[in-house]
């Protein structure tokens, strides 16, 4: 599969590869954690969430890890699809003030 | 499916022009939001709000101001737009501890 240690701003996987997202939060505060997903033309659609107490959470075809000791949040994407082409970004809540990183995009190629 | 609207979805307008993005959604939630995003590029919190009569600024400092009066409602007003505006602004709703739903966004150009 695809995987980066840093984000990284574009991610080019094969159709059926696993992909691997990465991102950084700043506020050691946060207890919340979110992953979304934007594709051309649309607001960001919820894919995932973590909170604080936890190191992973999974999902369909999805998994969210999350290290605190070194702020880092990673969305693994299983068997990554056509359809998984778009921009993917993390969010850290502190106190319901939700916090975007920088986004990743993600090319699936057939 | 959210249920949350903006209008208008596009606008054109010109130096100086005062503008209102209108935001409803229909979910009851009580906290909202605006963004500010480029193309391509990561989202600013410009307001936020808890609830009604509550509004607060974000991390981008923004000449905007907004307005909570109702659940339902949370319009972003530029009393005098500038090209430096020029952007896509993304509205939001949320309910439960950080799960937001997004509208499709207003793209606005300031001539």
């Known amino acids: 599969g695809e995987s980066v240690g840093l984000h990284l701003p574009t991610l080019s996987v094969q159709e059926g590869d696993n992909s691997i997202i990465n991102c950084a939060y700043s506020n050691s505060a946060s207890d919340y954690f979110i992953w979304y997903k934007q594709e051309s033309g649309k607001g960001p659609q919820f894919i995932i969430d973590i909170r604080s107490n936890m190191d992973k959470r999974q999902g369909q075809r999805v998994t969210v890890l999350l290290n605190k000791t070194v702020k880092h949040l990673s969305l693994q994407i299983a068997a990554t699809q056509p359809g998984d082409s778009a921009v993917y970004f993390c969010a850290e809540n502190n106190d319901y003030k939700l916090s975007f990183g920088a986004g990743t995009t993600v090319t699936v190629r057939a | 499916e959210a249920d949350i609207y903006q209008t208008p979805r596009y606008l054109v307008i010109g130096t100086g022009k005062k503008i209102t993005l209108e935001c409803s959604q229909t979910?009851?939630?009580?906290?909202m939001y605006w963004y500010q995003q480029d193309p391509g590029m990561e989202l600013h919190l410009i307001h936020y709000s808890y609830g009604v009569n509550s509004t607060e600024k974000g991390d981008l400092s923004s000449e905007s101001t907004v307005s909570r009066i109702r659940t339902e409602h949370f319009p972003l007003t530029l009393e005098s737009a500038r090209p430096s505006h020029t952007s896509q602004y993304l509205c939001a709703s949320g309910g439960g501890f950080g799960e937001l739903f997004f509208g499709e966004g207003s793209r606005l150009t300031v001539l």
């Open positions: 979910m009851g939630h009580d906290k």
